[in-house]
């Protein structure tokens, strides 16, 4: 049994592609945070119980200024319905999690970042029970059975996803 190091959420499998946005102001994410649109269509980090997910950051926010021209543009891969996501599967934003092979695939889940690593990485919440904020299913495992904070995959709800039109319009 080991405890595995909370890390960056990374695109697991395919469809692997990258997209790029005019970055909202003041950004300071890291990568591989949760994005998501602000009201002006710009990207911006995503909250724990967001509803629209666009995708991945695949670098840093800029922390660009307001008034700031030309605005900063920002890649990341999108998070479309099929794409597979690799990420630790922690209990909260400070508590430890241990898993053991098939008591999770198949759970709904939510995401969260974290607080206790001084990168804040975002992780799979399985301490989330609200069915309104659980946006994951995990599908599979990485680590072995028995390890804390276990790397596993998941996919985005469609009903989550703003690539689906099945969200609500921003």
């Known amino acids: 049994m080991a405890t595995i190091t909370v890390r960056a959420l990374e695109i697991a ?6 997209y790029e946005s005019v970055e909202a ?6 990568r591989g945070a949760l994005l998501t649109y602000n009201s002006d269509g710009q990207i911006t980090e995503a909250a724990t ?36 996501v690799e990420g630790n599967l922690v209990a909260s934003a400070s508590v430890s999690h241990t ?21 804040v990485p975002w992780a799979f919440d399985a301490g989330e029970t609200t ?18 904070n276990p790397r596993v995959y998941a996919m985005l709800f469609a009903s989550k996803c703003v690539w689906t039109g099945t969200n609500t319009t921003r």
């Open 13 to 18: 499998y395919t469809p692997f592609y990258v």
């Open 49 to 84: 119980d967001e509803n629209q997910i666009v995708g991945l950051a695949t670098e840093p926010g800029q922390n660009k200024a307001a008034g700031t021209n030309p605005l900063p543009r920002v890649r990341y891969n999108p998070l479309l319905p099929g794409t597979i």
């Open 25 to 30: 102001v003041t950004q300071t994410y890291r």
């Open 99 to 119: 898993v053991h092979e098939g008591t999770v695939i198949g759970l709904a889940v939510g995401i969260i970042k974290r607080t206790t690593e001084s990168d």
């Open 131 to 148: 069915a309104a904020n659980q946006c994951f299913r995990i599908i599979g495992m990485k680590d072995a059975s028995g390890d804390v």
